[in-house]
Structure formats: structure tokens, C-alpha cells
């Protein structure tokens, strides 16, 4: 505790690889922070959002028509000869 920063060393390679690693790495502790605090009770776990509800074909089609006749009823009038 009490430590500011966490120095890791990623040995010989590049700039460009050393800031992909460093992504990597920084997503990895924030993931292990996150946990600690979970397990701490310190913070409540981040769950995925629920699926939505599955349509049936039946509910598909009734929407659709519903979203035409919409469109239909909003649309101008169109001229059918000149």
C-alpha cells in the first residue's frame, strides 16, 4: 500500500511495441484492481447487461407493418400521372 505507480519492464523491444504492452498491461492491473475491490466489498461487480428479449416471427411482422403503415400515413401524396 502507499505505492503511487507500478513500474514493469518489458525487456528489448520497440517504442511501438512497448506502448502496446503497456496497453495490454494497463488494462490487465485495472482488471485486477477492479476484482480486489470486488472481492474488498468496496465496490458492487459490473455485470453485463441483459439480453434483450427474443422476438418471434409472429412480433417481427406485426412491427414492421405497424412501422409502414406509419411511414405511409407521413409520407405526401405522390401523383400518379401528369
Sequence with gaps: MGK???IKS???VSTREAFRLGRDER???ECQFEN???QL??????LPP???PALTKY?????AKRVLRDLEASAKPVPLCR
Design 36 to 38: 480486489a475491490e470486488v
Design 27 to 29: 488494462a490487465n492491473v
Design 10 to 12: 518489458f525487456g528489448g
Design 59 to 63: 412480433q417481427l411482422v406485426k412491427i
Design 4 to 6: 503511487r505507480e507500478i
Design 50 to 52: 441483459p439480453a434483450p
Design 41 to 46: 466489498g468496496l465496490a458492487k461487480a459490473i
